[in-house]
Nanobody, 127 residues
Framework: QVQLVESGGGLVQAGDSLRLSCAAS????????MGWFRQAPGEERGFVAA????????IYADSVKGRFTISRDNAKNTVALQMNSLKLEDTAVYYC????????????????????WGQGTQVTVSS
């Protein structure tokens, strides 16, 4: 069982940066693949970024590639999402998710690969 708590959301202006953090409970955090998803009003929850258990491999949605960076600290049981050059269309609730051991790295873009989800944190980008 893994519990996830996101933090760091807020209201920023276009072009600003924001850093989201996700704190995970449990002693097996380092064996989980981790991901960030987001959901804007009226839209489905979509993939943003993912990272494998060691942190050596990452995947990004095309819409955030070059602007967002996912990282993890297994010693602190945390995963972060650094968001730079934010755009209006980045406005959404951002969710942290954990994929149990046995996950398939290329499939970390899929919601179905994840078993645990945080409650979400709101990111609002204004002009």
């Amino acid at each position: 069982q893994v519990q996830l708590v996101e933090s760091g959301g807020g209201l920023v202006q276009a072009g600003d940066s924001l850093r989201l953090s996700c704190a995970a409970s449990g002693r097996t955090f380092s064996s989980y693949g981790m991901g960030w998803f987001r959901q804007a009003p009226g839209e489905e929850r979509g993939f943003v970024a993912a990272i494998n258990r060691s942190g050596g491999s990452t995947i990004y949605a095309d819409s955030v590639k070059g602007r967002f960076t996912i990282s993890r600290d297994n010693a602190k049981n945390t995963v972060a999402l650094q968001m730079n050059s934010l755009k209006l269309e980045d406005t959404a609730v951002y969710y942290c998710a954990a994929a149990p051991p046995g996950y398939r790295l290329p499939y970390l873009t899929r919601r179905t690969e994840y078993a645990y989800w945080g409650q979400g944190t709101q990111v609002t980008v204004s002009s």
